[in-house]
């Protein structure tokens, strides 16, 4: 009498199907936290406060709120070096914020997930 399960890619089928269930589980999962990420919105200053970048988990950028002081004809430069600092702050964040979800959801198995949007 042969083993259930005893040939390897053979019988199991309970196991397949709770693999199946649980992939199934963490792709509900997966979507429910990327909507959740999607919401967020993440905010970073640059120049003591001078510039502030506003960005939403989609990384779009949608508010930036400056200091009037900051507004200087003269030096623009410095103006749009503080907006591309403030912006890639905030774009860290929201990628931090990313990873830590994804890596809950997998318990830190950083295989899974590769090629998924966050």
Known sequence: MAKRGGFPGMGMPGN???LMKQAQKMQRQ????QK???EKE???????GA???T?????????VKLQEEVVDPDDIEMLEDLI???TNEALRKVEEESTAVMSKLTGGLGGLG???PF
Do not use: D, P
């Open 16 to 18: 397949m199907n709770n």
């Open 114 to 116: 590769g090629g998924l």
């Open 84 to 86: 591309v600092a403030a």
């Open 30 to 33: 997966m979507e429910e936290n």
């Open 51 to 53: 510039v502030e970048v």
């Open 55 to 63: 960005i939403s988990g989609k990384r779009e950028v949608i508010k």
């Open 42 to 48: 993440f905010t970073a200053a640059a120049g003591g």
């Open 36 to 38: 959740a990420l999607e």
